[in-house]
């Protein structure tokens, strides 16, 4: 199946500054990705739809403003939370589907996930 | 409401048992249905999609029920290798290939030898 990577894996960081999350999709193109967070023993929630070369779409209750999200290129999506707070210490997760594929093009490929703790 | 409901067990099985997962989902428009599989501290990786037919893949057979809003995923045999947690997902935009998906809290299994 395709690959999806993200960078960096695990963070630590000081309450007030911003962290950004890469995710690359290392063998297809991805017009579309997805941000995913999740908490212990939580499911996944979306958070947004990343959207190559446009603006991305949040789910309701998600603040745009507090998660920014780049999407510059057919293989790279990025997720920066900003001015992060230990509330938001989670798993931030990334998805991508092969729409060229015929046989997986239904199929979300996750990256690794990033667990951020701020400390 | 959550869009995606499921038992989140756990369930623990001896190694040859039948165990069956259930699922229900809160939006009718909902499209297209899945099973995930995540093991512990992993991404989640696709089991199964769901077919309105009812499909099966080897050791494992998933049903829907668009009437009821119920999906269900039953394990026969269970391997000790089966042992994580079960996602039921859903696509909720009808007629959209925009592939937005919304998972339940996930169903942990242990199959023990």
């Known amino acids: 199946g395709a690959v999806v990577s993200q960078h960096p894996s695990w963070v630590i960081c000081k309450s007030g500054t911003s962290v950004k999350i890469e995710c690359r999709s290392l063998d297809f193109q991805a017009t579309t990705m997805f941000w995913y967070r999740q908490f212990p023993k939580q499911s996944l929630m979306l958070m947004a739809t990343s959207n190559e070369g446009s603006k991305a779409t949040y789910e309701q209750g998600v603040e745009k403003d507090k998660f920014l999200i780049n999407h510059a290129s057919l293989t790279l999506s990025t997720l920066t939370v900003t001015s992060a707070h230990p509330e938001d210490s989670s798993f931030y997760i990334c998805?991508?589907?092969?729409?060229?594929?015929?046989?997986?093009?239904?199929?979300?490929?996750f990256g690794p996930g990033t667990r951020l703790t701020v400390l | 409401r959550k869009e995606v409901e499921q038992d989140p067990g756990p369930f623990n099985v001896p190694e040859g048992a039948t165990v069956a997962f259930n699922c229900t989902y809160s939006?009718?428009?909902?499209?297209?249905f899945f099973w995930y599989r995540q093991d512990c501290r992993k991404e989640p990786k696709l089991l199964m999609s769901v077919y309105s037919s009812g499909n099966e893949d080897g050791r494992f057979t998933a049903q829907l029920n668009r009437a009821s809003q119920y999906i269900s995923l039953l394990i026969r045999d269970s391997k000790l290798s089966d042992s994580a947690t079960y996602l039921c997902v859903v696509n909720p935009d009808r007629g959209s290939t925009l592939g937005r998906l919304y998972f339940g809290r996930g169903t942990q299994l242990t199959v023990w030898p």
């Open positions: 998805s991508a589907r092969d729409e060229t594929s015929k046989w997986s093009y239904n199929e979300q490929f």
């Open positions: 939006n009718s428009a909902s499209q297209s």
